[in-house]
């Protein structure tokens, strides 16, 4: 992805599709087909696309039009790459956690030691 891209926060529509080459009401068909895709909308209706779902709107275009998979085989293998994601996330928080409550628990083994019996 070009840095234009992540230098913004939101991007209306039309600059999602100039940067992706995907049509405006394909974009639009794609939100309803796709859960994972669902940007935000200003209070005028108009949508608000996040880096996040320009990266997804480029994932979709490659698994349709470079894979050549089926809208149902697109939506199998996000969804599968999104569990796979969030499993390594939770991993990783997991660890965190458990390394976290380790480092405390010495330090309060330290601190009833300095305290006494």
Request: proline share 4%; net charge positive; aromatic share 8%.
């Amino acid at each position: 992805m070009t840095t234009e891209v992540a230098e913004k926060l939101y991007y209306r529509i039309g600059e999602v599709e100039s940067i992706t080459g995907i049509p405006a009401y394909v974009l639009r068909y794609w939100e309803s087909e796709f859960k994972l895709l669902r940007p935000k909308k200003n209070p005028a209706g108009q949508r608000l696309y996040r880096p996040r779902d320009l990266e997804l709107v480029q994932r979709i275009k490659t698994l349709l039009y470079e894979e050549r998979l089926t809208l149902e085989g697109a939506k199998k293998r996000l969804i599968g790459e999104s569990r796979r994601s969030e499993q390594l996330e939770l991993g990783m928080k997991e660890a965190t956690y458990a390394e976290t409550l380790r480092r405390i628990r010495d330090r309060l083994g330290v601190l009833r030691s300095r305290l006494g019996p």
